[in-house]
């Protein structure tokens, strides 16, 4: 069992910027992010595998980026140029497969952390 803690969710004004974090209580070689937003279905934002392979959503390919440090078993992710349609409930995931996984398939990874809220404003 891994477990996994997010933080740094916040309100921002759009156009405005947040750094999420999320501590593994162990290696994985998947980690993403996903989120839901009220009334909507879960969603990927993006994933990194071990070796450094990312992948992003097109929706915030070029405003997010992911990044994780493996030594610390810590996982990022910087949004900038927030916009209102990123106001959800951001999730950290994490899944022992050993190949790479896409961010469409985040929703699906065997852990979870206990999400963490952004909401941007106009």
């Known amino acids: 069992q891994v477990q996994l803690v997010e933080s740094g969710g916040g309100s921002v004004q759009s156009g405005g910027s947040l750094r999420l974090s999320c501590v593994a209580s162990?290696?994985?070689?998947?980690m993403g992010w996903f989120r839901q937003a009220p009334g909507k279905e879960r969603a990927g934002v993006a994933s990194?595998?071990?070796?450094?392979?990312?992948s992003y959503a097109a929706s915030v390919s070029g405003r997010f980026t992911i990044s994780r440090d493996n030594a610390k078993n810590t996982m990022y992710l910087q949004m900038n140029s927030l916009k209102p349609e990123d106001t959800a409930i951001y999730y950290c995931a994490a899944d022992s497969a050993s190949y790479f996984r896409g961010s469409s398939s985040v929703p699906s990874f065997t852990y979870r952390g206990q999400g963490t809220q952004v909401t941007v404003s106009s």
């Open positions: 162990a290696y994985t070689y998947n």
């Open positions: 990194i595998g071990g070796a450094g392979r990312i």
